[in-house]
């Protein structure tokens, strides 16, 4: 891989679980837990897990709308590598220009009393970029580029005057109006109807090669992040679990948990004849995890080794296919 | 099948009058079930598809009106039925899952009494204590729940087994159909997949229909012996799973099926649906469908294409279903 975009190392963020309002907290959720990964520039990674696995919270740390606990986000910039929890005011502004967020719910991520005009060109006018000529200009051939034409018959409608595909798109353009080199996408397409997720989806495609951007895709769709990654790396309980190519993982899966997902995921087509799902329960909450392998209690496989060591590290077992499993061997991958 | 069906609907017409005027929510859609059969209704929010479980139940909101057509269990048709006489069916013969249930359980009763309460109303003559506690651990037991839980607050449950037990309970009148409009929607993958294997072999030692309600094809694929495609309020396509995912022959369907990622097979190249579904207060004049459809001619904006059968029970609404390609593009993404 060259020089990568974006590093992130032993990211954690946990949440104290308080017990009573006078009480110091003794628990915490470990929401997210030691993650590493890196991102390369024009490379999409998908973030891929069930609810409450910890991919919008490291989402929401990569473009500092949250702080970590500890750990590192380092983001490459102009030649240099900033240090994301160590940016001061101005390097902040810096910083927001280069990443940016695409939320998931697009009745909620607008202000329902500012025109698209408005949500559109508010980046541009909090860097201070152009005179307010200049601004309509690249906010119209932002619309353009996301595919509300006319341009003009957008620029000052609200966002009840909007469909949910027409204000993603909106959504889309206030995201890449300052030419970020880094998008986090929480699930934007997951509360669209299928025939507009497609048409949102590709334009995403299209966008990240015409802007040179790289996105961190978190869905809960293997589905969708097979169609929109290069890589994908899958989360459980805090943890990465297995991470590398995204046919690679899918076509052999290797961790446990992977396996299981894979095979619960509905496919359409009704000729398909599914694997079981080997696993049991529900995903468990991550208060206080136990320091063994985050998985054991739902794995069919674990053995001695596993209850007896701690969580296993997240290693490459061949080709960069990533596994954090004590009983996959060395280059399985 | 040659045993009359069970349940009929019958070129059903429904609206929801609105100040702004009328939506036409339910357009002349015709289909039946019978018995032990999964059907499943498939469309995007908005086609219809929830206005038609909730019409079965006659349970539709209070500003539909039905224009014309019938609902017929057993031959009787529903839609004549005075209120009291419907009570009777619905639970009884037609129970629901409805969207999001598993958050409608009352939290201060035992899910158990909340279950009793329905065969209380439903079960003559009445249950005693012990019958009643011996009947929902069965229900339990058969939705893979330890009936032990029968005695636990809604809150001990995780949402997966809320759901089982909304299932428990719509089981608990031995009904002859199950409505299960998007049983699995709010749910992560691993337990939808518990739950829908779960009713699917319910269905099928019950001998049960069921009729499954999705915005996920995929789900659908799944579950089904029969699959109707539904789009604004018009049924476009109706035949057996198997058939209609190998050869929709529907422009809708094509592209639906066309525009559905999958985990399996090649990694192929998705055909985006141009436009979005049009407001059903003033629907497009012809087909429906026609302003989005690459197949359309002039004669589908001005005449509305009948169901028209094409093969053994498999039914397509469409001037042009013969131009549709022969089956869902293949190509490779580049």
Same mark, same amino acid.
């Given at each position: +891989? ?17 017990? *009573? ?53 380092? +983001? ?106 880094? =998008? ?90 599914? &694997?079981?799902?080997?696993?049991? *329960? ?52 | +099948? ?66 014309? *057509? ?16 419907? !009570? ?7 129970? +629901? =899952? ?25 079960? !003559? ?65 691993? =337990? ?19 009729? #499954? ?17 539904? #789009?604004? *309020? ?19 369907? #094509? ?22 579904? &049009? ?46 390609? =022969? ?8």
């Amino acid at each position: +891989m060259t020089e990568p975009l974006v590093k992130v190392d032993r990211l954690t963020k946990l949440f104290p679980v308080s017990r *009573g309002m006078f009480r110091r907290p003794v628990d915490f959720i470990h929401a997210v837990d030691g993650v590493s990964f890196e991102i390369a520039p024009g490379e999409s990674l998908g973030l891929v897990g069930e609810s409450g696995c910890g991919k919008t919270t490291t989402g929401r740390l990569l473009v500092k709308l949250m702080e970590a606990t500890s750990g590192q986000i380092l +983001m490459h910039d102009d030649g240099s590598m900033i240090d994301v929890a160590h940016i001061g005011s101005d390097d902040l502004r810096r910083f927001r220009r280069r990443v940016q967020m695409i939320f998931q719910d697009p009745y909620e991520s607008m202000n329902p009393r500012r025109t698209v005009f408005d949500t559109v060109s508010e980046p541009l006018a909090v860097q201070n970029i152009g005179s307010l000529r200049e601004r309509e200009d690249r906010v119209a051939q932002m619309l353009q580029l996301v595919g509300l034409t006319p341009p003009n018959t957008f620029l000052f409608r609200y966002p009840h005057e909007l469909s949910g595909g027409q204000r993603q798109r909106v959504a889309i353009a206030r995201a890449l109006v300052l030419d970020p080199s880094f =998008v986090v996408a929480d699930e934007p397409t997951s509360m669209l109807d299928v025939s507009i997720r497609i048409s949102i989806m590709e334009l995403m495609l299209e966008l990240a090669d015409a802007f040179d951007v790289s996105y961190l895709y978190i869905t809960h769709d293997l589905a969708v992040a097979r169609y929109m990654c290069d890589r994908i790396a899958v989360m459980y309980l805090g943890k990465i679990v297995e991470l590398g190519d995204t046919e690679e993982v899918l076509s052999n899966p290797l961790h446990p948990y992977t396996r299981a997902l894979l095979s619960a995921v509905p496919v359409p087509d009704p000729t398909y004849r599914k &694997p079981p799902v080997e696993i049991k *329960g529900g995903i468990t909450k991550a208060i206080n995890p136990p320091t063994e392998c985050r998985f054991i209690e739902r794995c069919p496989w674990a053995t001695d080794v596993c209850h007896s060591t701690e969580h296993p590290p997240l290693e490459d077992k061949g080709g960069g296919h990533f596994v954090a499993c004590h009983l996959v061997e060395k280059g399985a991958g | +099948m040659s045993a009359p069906p069970l349940l009929e609907v019958d070129h059903l017409v429904m609206n929801y009058v609105t100040e702004k005027g009328d939506v036409s929510a339910v357009e002349d859609v015709s289909f039946t079930l019978h018995q032990g059969e999964a059907l499943g209704l498939v469309g995007e929010s908005g086609c219809g598809k929830t206005s038609i479980a909730m019409s079965l139940l006659r349970l539709q909101a209070e500003n539909a009106v039905f224009k014309s *057509g019938e609902i017929r269990l057993n031959g009787e048709n529903l839609l004549a039925l005075p209120e009291d006489e419907m !009570r009777r069916h619905r639970w009884k013969d037609i129970a +629901m =899952v409805f969207q999001g249930a598993m958050n409608a359980w009352n939290p201060v009763y035992r899910v158990g009494d909340q279950i009793r309460e329905a065969l209380d109303l439903h079960f !003559r003559p009445r249950l005693s204590d012990a019958e009643a506690t011996e009947r929902i651990s069965r229900l339990f037991e058969m939705v893979g729940l330890n009936p032990a839980m029968a005695n636990r607050y809604p809150h001990e449950f995780s949402g997966g087994m809320r759901q089982r037990a909304v299932i428990a309970m719509a089981l608990s009148c031995d009904p002859s159909i199950i409505i299960a409009d998007e049983p699995t929607t709010a749910l992560d993958v691993i =337990v939808q997949d518990q739950i829908l294997q779960e009713l699917k072999k319910i269905q099928r030692e019950l001998g049960m229909a069921i009729i #499954y309600i999705s915005h996920d094809i995929a789900v659908i694929a799944e579950v089904t012996d029969t699959i109707g495609i539904m #789009y604004a *309020g018009k049924l476009v396509e109706l035949g057996p799973t198997v058939e209609v995912f190998a050869r929709p022959k529907h422009p809708y369907a #094509y592209l639906l099926l066309s525009s559905t990622p999958s985990v399996t097979g090649p990694r192929r190249k998705l055909a985006p649906l141009e436009g979005e579904p &049009p407001n059903l207060l003033n629907p497009p004049t012809g087909c429906r469908f026609h302003p989005r459809c690459p197949f359309a001619t002039e004669r589908c904006s001005i005449e509305e294409p009948p169901m028209e059968t094409i093969a053994d029970g498999h039914r397509v609404a469409c001037w042009n279903w013969r131009e549709v390609p =022969v089956s869902i593009a293949q190509e490779a993404r580049p």
